[in-house]
């Protein structure tokens, strides 16, 4: 038995689970999002990774980016490594692409702000 | 002189969905806000975990910031930035606002106002933290501006004092920008936190929450060099045998927030001792007519959802104001809540459809909420679980109720038998 509680949302369901063999018995999920997370949370757990880059803009020194879905857990400090060593040179907004698949995962690092277009 | 139906005060996101709010309801607005760019804390705040009541989606802060920014730039509303409210008076036809900004002073002419200023974090000055005044003391706000719109890190080594969201968001942020953080330290015996920030801020990077200890010393001359740390006996008192020295950096505060209400308490407007922000009826105006507070300048939200949501109630209703003679039944906590917000009800309107937002006083399991008209119980409805950090929002509507200004609704806990 393994209890550990749902970062979905607000919520924050505990969950148990009970592994028998391979199977997961979960409970105490008020949705099925607390289903879905406690099996990834069992096998692979997933993250989104929030930080900023810096930019060539003196008015702006750091822009907020994120990761466009979740990426394995333990790649968030290599993710951190190549955002920290990354410099935005073009101005650009919300949604934007920074850099493509970052440190070999599916996500895409995204401009989270607008500052650098207002 | 130019004249405003409805004029907000602060241009955060309660502010912003006041304004685009009262807009569509017709009012001609006036937005002031003291910062050069509108979206307030949000756009410091760039983990996500936003807007999930409301959209349905996890966003940042400036993510979610963003969509009402565009609303608001897409009706055309009218915004001042970088310009302070210095005064308020009333006059016959209406307020009469000063403010202050790069063009210097001007006034305008109101006939509501809207009260969204937000809080303010509660600073060292106000938890009695005893020794020197070195730098490397910040509130978990001020390093979050350091570090997510400055690109500065204001510290390599730091302690927590205090388990409030921000300061686990940034042990967190801290974390991953490379600095150690050696633990957090809650006076109370459980944490003032939501849960999942427990787990996805702390526990996630082995970071210690100590509960029940304390931060009772700094050291350093002009920097911080470390912390002395106890424990707490149940009246919170440090235990002397307890007390240890923690080499660090910085001391990071995240001690509490309280609503921002200097320009309420200027006009006289009263406030509740529970929530520290006005008090108001179901359309959230104050007891003041034509003033009308929201959002984290109401009472201290957790989830900016509830925030937008309070903005709307104001905006809409600003925009609808007429003078008329209110009366009031009031609402009241009573065993197991700490606050309920509003705390009364217009009997005078005829509409007293209302969203409670409320908080218990300790965490419960298994409990039955009540509300009482005049120590009748009018309604009932079970929680699994209440935890004080987690802010409750029940609409309900006592319409029907024929509520006169001499009743007394209140709010209860009932301890189910086991």
């Not at chain 1, 018995?25 to 990834?40: E, V």
């Not at chain 2, 509740?272 to 939200?301: E, R, Y």
């Not at chain 2, 609409?395 to 006169?404: E, Y």
Request: with cysteine.
């Amino acid at each position: 038995m393994k209890e550990m509680v749902c970062i979905v949302c607000p919520n924050g369901c505990l969950l148990h689970i009970d592994t028998d063999g391979n199977d997961l018995k979960i409970s105490g999920q008020k949705c099925k999002k607390g289903l879905a997370f406690a099996k990834t949370e069992m096998t692979a757990p997933m993250r989104t990774v929030c930080s900023t880059v810096k930019t060539a803009f003196k008015d702006v020194p750091v822009l907020p980016v994120r990761t466009d879905r979740e990426i394995p857990k333990e790649k968030i400090f290599s993710v951190m490594a190549a955002l920290n060593s990354f410099v935005l040179q073009e101005r650009c907004g919300i949604g934007e692409v920074l850099i493509e698949k970052i440190c070999g995962t599916d996500a895409d690092i995204i401009a989270t702000s607008n500052i650098l277009k207002e | 002189m130019k004249q405003y139906d409805v004029t907000v005060i602060g241009g955060g996101p309660a502010g912003l969905a006041a304004a685009v709010e009262a807009h569509k309801n017709g009012a001609k607005v006036l937005l002031v806000e003291r910062e050069a760019r509108l979206g307030g804390i949000l756009k410091q705040c760039i983990h996500d975990g936003f807007g999930l009541v409301r959209f349905g989606e996890k966003l940042t802060g400036p993510e979610y910031a963003q969509r009402f920014m565009q609303e608001f730039k897409d009706l055309q509303i009218e915004a001042s930035t970088l310009t302070f409210v210095t005064k308020i008076e009333r006059s016959s036809e209406g307020f009469l606002l000063t403010l202050v900004n790069r063009e210097g002073l001007s006034k305008i002419l109101s006939q509501t106002i809207i009260l969204a200023t937000g809080c303010r974090e509660r600073t060292a000055k106000q938890v009695f933290i005893h020794g020197t005044r070195p730098a490397g003391v910040f509130t978990a706000g001020t390093a979050q501006n350091f570090v997510n719109l400055c690109g500065c890190m204001p510290t390599k080594k730091c302690v927590i004092l205090g388990s409030g969201d921000i300061g686990l968001i940034m042990a967190r942020r801290l974390t991953l920008e490379g600095a150690q953080v050696l633990g957090v330290y809650e006076i109370q015996p459980t944490p003032s936190g939501l849960t999942r920030n427990i787990h996805q801020c702390l526990y996630d990077y082995d970071i210690p929450l100590h509960l029940s200890h304390t931060v009772t010393r700094v050291f350093g001359h002009d920097r911080l060099t470390g912390v002395e740390v106890a424990q707490v006996d149940d009246n919170k008192r440090p235990i002397e045998e307890t007390k240890q020295f923690i080499e660090c950096d910085a001391l990071i505060l995240s001690v509490g927030l309280i609503p921002e209400n200097e320009i309420a308490e200027n006009l006289g407007i009263q406030t509740d001792p529970h929530t520290k922000g006005p008090f108001c009826d179901q359309n959230l105006q104050t007891l003041h007519d034509g003033i009308f507070s929201c959002g984290n300048a109401l009472h201290v939200n957790d989830l900016v959802d509830y925030v937008s949501e309070s903005g709307e109630t104001a905006g809409r209703n600003a925009a609808k104001w007429k003078r008329f003679n209110r009366s009031f039944a009031s609402i009241e906590p009573s065993d197991g809540i700490s606050y309920v917000v509003p705390q009364r009800i217009n009997v005078a309107d005829e509409n007293m459809n209302t969203i409670l937002y409320f908080r218990s006083a300790k965490v419960f399991d298994k409990v039955t909420l009540q509300i009482l008209i005049n120590e009748k119980c009018v309604f009932e409805k079970k929680y699994n679980h209440l935890r004080p950090p987690e802010m409750e929002r029940l609409p309900f509507d006592f319409t029907a109720f024929g509520l006169k200004n001499t009743d007394t609704v209140k709010l209860l806990i009932k301890e189910d038998a086991q």
